[in-house]
């Protein structure tokens, strides 16, 4: 199983980013999906997460990006974006994708993705 992000890099304050991660392996079940970002000398934060229910998708963010950050999925593709807007100087930081995955043969497992820098200048 694997996660691999794309996107990120550096724009101005008040600009937009879109950031994009896509899951694979054999037999993979994905429930929950997310970012996290972890700036300089500070912890690994939850930025948004994406929980996929047979009634919908339940989704959470951060109180610092409610409003001006839209996580989504596409379940078929196993992808999840993050459209960032109105980005802050406050926002930089190095970006990470998560899934809880379940395969046949290991059950569910916290998978992280790479690390995407998004840098926002002011």
């Known amino acids: 199983v694997q996660l691999q992000a794309y996107g990120g890099g550096l724009v101005q304050a008040g600009g937009s980013l879109k950031l994009s991660c896509a899951a694979s392996g054999n037999n993979i079940i994905i429930n929950l999906m997310g970012w996290y970002r972890q700036a300089p000398g500070e912890q690994r934060e939850l930025v948004a997460t994406i929980l996929h229910t047979a009634s919908g998708d339940r989704i959470q963010y951060d109180p610092s990006v409610k409003g001006r950050f839209t996580i989504s999925r596409d379940n078929a593709q196993n992808t999840v974006d993050l459209h960032m807007n109105r980005l802050k100087p406050e926002d930089t930081a190095v970006y990470y994708c998560?899934?809880?995955?379940?395969?046949?043969?290991?059950?569910?497992?916290?998978?992280w993705g790479q690390g995407t820098q998004v840098t926002v200048s002011s």
């Open positions: 998560n899934a809880n995955i379940h395969t046949p043969a290991e059950g569910s497992v916290s998978y």
